[in-house]
């Protein structure tokens, strides 16, 4: 069985930094891709962050491009995204979510957009003065 566990939230002010990780147990595909959503009250779930199972492909919201960024480690089957720089508007529960392919096309656009068979519970972000 597959779980998925997102950790590491907490309340930032703006321009602070916060490190959060996904353990992905049960996660024994050979290929795989982890992606980071999030959603605010009110609002559309959002696709945050997607990584490829070998760390080779990550793909990243524009609203977030050169403030988060994306790592895995393979072995452990965890999942991290740094978070830089952060705004009020970043503010959400952050959940990770996984898909037990990588699709030979269109990954790049299509991420956030596809039906992900696990996702974990979220962990709440906040940024507030």
């Known amino acids: 069985e597959v779980q998925l566990q997102a950790s590491g939230g907490g309340l930032v002010q703006p321009g602070g930094s916060l490190h959060l990780s996904c353990a992905a147990s049960?996660?024994?595909?050979?290929?795989?891709?982890i992606s980071w959503f999030r959603q605010a009250p009110g609002k559309e779930r959002e696709g945050v962050s997607c990584?490829?199972?070998?760390?080779?492909?990550?793909y990243y919201a524009d609203s977030v491009k050169d403030r988060f960024t994306v790592s895995g480690d393979n072995a452990s089957k965890m999942a991290y995204l740094q978070m830089d720089k952060l705004k009020p508007e970043d503010t959400a529960v952050y959940y990770c979510?996984?898909?037990?392919?990588?699709?030979?096309?269109?990954?790049?656009?299509?991420?956030?957009?596809?039906?992900?068979?696990?996702r974990g519970q979220g962990t709440q972000v906040t940024v507030s003065s």
């Open positions: 990584i490829t199972s070998k760390g080779d492909r990550t």
């Open positions: 049960g996660l024994t595909f050979d290929e795989y891709v």
């Open positions: 979510a996984a898909l037990s392919i990588i699709p030979e096309q269109a990954l790049d656009v299509m991420w956030p957009h596809y039906v992900y068979e696990y």
